[in-house]
């Protein structure tokens, strides 16, 4: 699975699944792409992990993801227990456009587009008949509509959307903590943000472990069973998101770049970067100049 997805937003920019029903074969995986995301969870149970901290995902979740943030969301599901969710998932820029008739809530949206969230996850225990509201009335009818009445649908429910999350969720968004991520979890979030503050040394699991005074086999069976993944694939994915940036935002050599992420092999960089995106460092760098 590549970890930069192109949804290709250019072409179709708002994409929406309403209570769309997955029923097995959600393993969960690492990936970022373009536009922005809202996941509401109609019913399941999973976790995400995003901004290095995993939190618990249950009936009446909303999940947000803004554009090309790193985030894995894992739900246990099998006919017996369906996963249940709404998608949304939109290029910013055309929705902004549609907004200038309202400008706080424009304001606000741009907020939520550039500005960092301080809590990504919502837990509306609370009923929320609006938001309700709009999300049935578009299962009944969103799927019977032309593309033309889906897309002219789509954005009269995201104006909609934004004003309820404006006035009922700006606080929580900006500054108010969600549910604590459970305690046993502590371990494994200390884990991640070491390892993103030391990505540009060469990484050795008995000098993390000794750090946390714990034993190397403890810390890799807690960290695979919290994320799903082992610490090294784990940090190949932090490495080749941050070889991506710096690949777009610098003009440092691909070895320099390796240097920088703590592979001191380029060919092995190389190698972990075709894997993980489809082309090579330097592919990727001559697509970005094309593009531009």
Partial sequence: MKLINDLNLMKEPIQIKFAHTILNGFPGYYHSHQGMEFLYVHE???????????????????????????????MNVSPSRPYTRTKLTFEPSVIDSKMSFAPGLQSFFRQMWKQEITEPVLY????????????????????????SQQQEAAVLFLVEFFHILQTN???????????????GLHLTEIVLEWLEDHL?????????????HVSKHHLSRLFKQSTGNTITEY?????????????????????????????TNTSY???I????????????RLALLERA
Avoid: W
């Fill in 44 to 74: 399941g149970e999973g976790d995400i992990l995003i901004n290095r901290k995993i939190y618990e995902v249950r009936p009446n979740t909303l999940l947000y993801f803004q554009p090309y943030q790193l985030h894995r969301v894992r």
């Fill in 269 to 271: 960089f190389c190698e």
């Fill in 235 to 263: 940090l190949t994915i932090i490495r080749i998101q941050k070889a991506c940036h710096l690949l777009e935002s610098t003009e440092n050599t691909v070895e320099h770049i390796a240097q920088e992420l703590g592979i």
């Fill in 200 to 212: 540009h040394e060469p990484f050795e699991l008995d000098r993390l472990a000794a750090v946390l």
């Fill in 169 to 183: 969720f700006r606080t929580a968004l900006f500054g108010q903590s969600a549910s604590p991520s459970k305690r």
């Fill in 273 to 284: 970067f075709r894997k993980s995106i489809g082309t090579t460092p330097l592919q990727y």
């Fill in 124 to 147: 509306i225990d609370d009923p929320q008949p609006r938001l309700e509201s709009i999300i049935n009335e578009n299962i009944k009818h969103y799927h019977t509509m032309e593309y």
